[in-house]
T-cell receptor
């Protein structure tokens, strides 16, 4: 399996609910990034969490990192229809490697 | 406006007909790269360039060429396209690539169909 795997592959929720997606990776990292991709468009950087950080917030986004488990989670609180997108984690191991992404659908 | 631009955005071509997808960034970034995105396979890096005149293969370089004659431009060349190169292509840039600290800025994508 690849460095950086997201789980679940797809997630469907109602507007106002929280969405949680997870990323697991294999090797030691300096940091982990999360990106968002609206359908068929370029990825947009959301947040970076350093390996010595456990949690980071940005607006409605909360990212956690557990280096002992080699995993990270992205929580979107009070989701909106506009949050419908694919979300990717990315780790650096000599080069930036993206996971396969979680597709989030937020129903109005 | 700081951005990465790609042209064309959509392209239908036939097997064997050489094509070039252009990529340009206006942020004076040193590092540029090309990715392809396919269902179930995620983003895979094709080629990257650490700086002008410095290019290297990514994970899936077969069938592609690149050049980096100027800092701002990083064209992707398909000398003899084949149907398995049908994909969504993204160009990306970042100030440098040292330790993965830098944000990658992505272009809008080029959807290529090879018949």
């Amino acid at each position: 399996s690849q460095q950086g795997e997201e789980d679940p592959q797809a997630l469907s929720i109602q507007e106002g609910e929280n969405a949680t997606m997870n990323c697991s990776y294999k090797t030691s990292i300096n940091n982990l990034q999360w990106y968002r991709q609206n359908s068929g468009r370029g990825l947009v950087h959301l947040i970076l969490i350093r390996s010595n950080e456990r949690e980071k917030h940005s607006g409605r986004l909360r990212v956690t990192l557990d280096t002992s488990k080699k995993s990270s989670s992205l929580l979107i609180t009070a989701s909106r229809a506009a949050d419908t997108a694919s979300y990717f984690c990315a780790t650096y191991t000599g080069k930036l490697i993206f996971g396969q992404g979680t597709t989030l659908q937020v129903k109005p | 406006e700081a951005q990465v631009t790609q042209n064309p955005r959509y392209l239908i071509t036939v097997t064997g007909k050489k094509l070039t997808v252009t990529c340009s960034q206006n942020m004076n970034h040193e590092y540029m790269s090309w990715y392809r995105q396919d269902p179930g396979l995620g983003l895979r890096q094709i080629y990257y360039s650490m700086n002008v005149e410095v290019t290297d293969k990514g994970d899936v370089p077969e069938g592609y060429k690149v050049s980096r004659k100027e800092k701002r431009n990083f064209p992707l060349i398909l000398e003899s396209p084949s149907p398995n190169q049908t994909s969504l292509y993204f160009c990306a840039s970042t100030p440098q690539m040292r330790g993965g600290w830098e944000t990658q800025y992505f272009g809008p994508g080029t959807r290529l169909l090879v018949l």
